[in-house]
């Protein structure tokens, strides 16, 4: 066997089970959401009515403290964090098939989804329009930090050359 099967396959198998492992945390974390609502229901809430920032009165315009507008935005969190978990199982399946270019693509659109989420949703919305970075007890920026770094990082393994399985080894001088 060459080395760049070899390396072919564990580059398969790398992209195969880190898709895998990203899918399974998104899937936990729809689950907890859905089987424990009030927790990060509360979170939320808490995020948009900027109620633990330093009430500046340049930013408190942003606050949103209708309930319904809130568990609006918590409910869409939870259908996208679903959503992205059945995507990225989808694309770990194909990658579990062999099938390079559908688990890449397929793969993609749930790491992107991932991405925009805690990127866009709760580092930028969350963490700078509506200031949570100022809130000691309602701060999310870490952990979207933390799901950001796996998820690029799967997302740059799933774009790797692998190789061409069929390709004859190269000659070392």
């Not at 898709?19 to 899937?27: D, I, N, R, S």
């Not at 009030?38 to 995020?47: D, L």
């Not at 393994?157 to 070392?172: E, F, K, S």
């Amino acid at each position: 066997m060459s080395t760049t099967t070899n390396t072919s396959r564990a580059l398969h198998l790398t992209a195969t089970l880190l898709t895998g492992a990203v899918a399974l945390y998104m899937a936990l974390v729809a689950l907890g959401n859905i089987t424990d609502f009030g927790t990060n229901q509360q979170f939320v809430r808490h995020v948009l009515a900027m109620d633990t920032t330093f009430k500046d009165d340049d930013l408190m315009w942003r606050a949103v403290t209708d309930e319904r507008l809130q568990d609006a935005a918590y409910v869409a969190i939870i259908v996208w964090e679903a959503v992205a978990a059945l995507v990225l199982l989808h694309g770990t399946w194909r990658w579990a098939r062999r099938d390079l270019p559908g688990a890449r693509r397929i793969s993609t659109y749930g790491l992107l989804m991932v991405l925009l989420l805690f990127g866009a949703g709760f580092m930028a919305i969350g963490g700078e329009w509506f200031a949570m970075w100022q809130s000691k007890s309602w701060n999310g920026l870490d952990a979207a930090t933390r799901v950001i770094l796996l998820s690029g990082i799967v997302l740059l393994v799933n774009h790797l050359p692998a190789g061409r399985p069929d390709a004859p080894a190269t000659a070392r001088p």
